[in-house]
């Protein structure tokens, strides 16, 4: 199975603040990797597919990049309805398999 | 709008089969793969399996042999059976369909299940 890393696993940062988040996998995925943003009792949110596609509809603030083993989710400029966990997944192989989560709390 | 909704017990006992179904309206089963995730509480997403419109099945390894997916096109629903459960398959469990890009984008809302006795 192909394990994905998450880090930081926790991140406390305030409204407008630039954060990044990155993945890392244990072998190359070329840029079969999503995100998702996940809120309590909802649904993972696609934000990102292919490494770097923005989902329609998803703000331009998220933007996603890398390929290979390593890949980054940023926010350009953390907005209130970003608190939540993300989550990063690989489709390169199956089984599918997450990363550990990135929780974004308020400072 | 594609819209998916889980629906089963949310108490299961251990030992026992889980028994899960997610309908889907607004669209047509035909066409997709379709799979089932799950998180644990406290914990992050595990993919269980899929079954495309026509029964093709992939299962996790890690619970390939307690898995079964079935798939209705006449009642456009697809299902879950998770054989001989124990506290660790206590989960919010999720349904979601995998566009054409390959990717899941539309998921249904999830559905507690607890496994105790």
């Known amino acids: 199975d192909i394990q994905l890393t998450q880090s930081p696993s926790f991140l406390s940062a305030s409204v407008g603040d630039r954060v990044t988040i990155t993945c890392r996998a244990s072998q190359g995925i070329s840029s079969f990797l999503a995100w998702y943003q996940q809120k309590p009792g909802k649904a993972p949110k696609l934000l990102i597919y292919?490494?770097?596609t923005l989902q329609s509809g998803v703000p331009s603030r998220f933007s996603g990049s890398g390929s290979g083993t390593e890949f980054t989710l940023t926010i350009s400029s953390l907005q209130p309805e970003d608190f939540a966990t993300y989550y990063c997944q690989q489709l390169n192989s199956y089984p599918l398999t997450f990363g550990g989560g990135t929780k974004v709390e308020i400072k | 709008q594609v819209q998916l909704q889980e629906s089963g017990p949310g108490l299961v006992k251990p030992s026992e089969t889980l028994s899960l179904t997610c309908t889907i309206s607004?669209?047509?089963?035909?066409?997709?793969?379709w799979s089932w995730f799950r998180r644990p509480p406290g914990k992050g997403l595990e993919w269980i399996g899929y079954?495309?419109?026509?029964?093709?099945?992939n299962y996790n390894p890690s619970l390939n042999s307690r898995i079964t997916i079935s798939v209705d096109t006449s009642k456009n629903q697809f299902s879950l059976k998770l054989s001989s459960v124990t506290a660790a398959d206590t989960a919010v469990y999720y349904c979601a369909r995998r566009d054409t890009t390959g990717y899941y984008y539309f998921w249904g809302q999830g559905t507690l299940v607890t496994v105790s006795s």
């Open positions: 607004g669209g047509s089963v035909s066409n997709y793969y």
């Open positions: 079954i495309s419109y026509s029964g093709i099945t």
């Open positions: 292919a490494a770097s």
